[in-house]
T-cell receptor, first 111, second 113 residues
């Protein structure tokens, strides 16, 4: 079956660093996406990994290990506005175009 | 360049009525995806379309739900004879091709009363 696992909720302190993990089991793999979603709003694209390793983009970085079926999204210098849900999605499965989504990790930033 | 446009933003329907949700993809995008999201849950894939073709509808319920993406005009997700369980946020996303990131619309929040 297809399965994406993320922690349901995490709490971090403003100015600190947080790492959100994602593990996946899919019948195929053609890339992993991270999206940010504020309550009541549309998801917005953060990062895409298709090869093993680390991708850095400003305060955000994403890591992928295909052999372990594992990814993480790291946020540094946390701001209050980073409070949101972070969604992990894998392109894979029966359809090579279909994105399989995790339930999302709700990140709460405290002062 | 306008983003993905969905309308209406909010839709209230009585049980048994039809709901029609519209999605206009970003300019230059010919791939459209529809997702459903229940409160406090992740996105669930429903259907993937290209112009005039349904590529993958494996996430769509077999009855009452249909989708189209005509040559001209927006993509339409149609839900017939709505039930309370259909209440959710329905997001549309578009991409230039099936291999690039998808951009999401603001969603349509359907409430069935």
């Amino acid at each position: 079956g297809q399965n994406i696992d993320q922690p349901t909720e995490m709490t971090a302190t403003e100015g600190a660093i947080v790492q959100i993990n994602c593990t996946y089991q899919t019948s195929g793999f053609n890339g992993l996406f991270w999206y940010q979603q504020h309550a009541g709003e549309a998801p917005t694209f953060l990062s895409y990994n298709v090869l093993d390793g680390l991708e850095e983009k400003g305060r955000f970085s994403s890591f992928l290990s295909r052999s372990k079926g594992y990814s993480y999204l790291s946020l540094k210098e946390l701001l209050m506005k980073d409070s949101a849900s972070y969604l992990c999605a894998v392109r894979g499965g029966a359809s090579n175009y279909q994105l399989i989504w995790g339930a999302g990790t709700k990140l709460i930033i405290k002062p | 360049n306008a983003g993905v446009m969905q309308n209406p933003r909010h839709l209230v329907r009585r049980r048994g009525q039809e709901a029609r949700l519209r999605c206009s993809p970003m300019k230059g995008h010919s791939h459209v995806y529809w997702y459903r999201q229940l409160p406090e849950e992740g996105l669930k894939f429903m259907v993937y379309l290209q112009k005039e073709n349904i590529i993958d509808e494996s996430g769509m319920p077999k009855e009452r739900f249909s989708a189209e993406f005509p040559k001209e005009g927006p993509s339409i997700l149609r839900i017939q004879q709505v039930v309370r369980g259909d209440s959710a946020a329905y997001f549309c996303a578009s991409s230039r091709d099936g291999g690039t990131e998808a951009f999401f619309g603001q969603g349509t929040r359907l409430t069935v009363v």
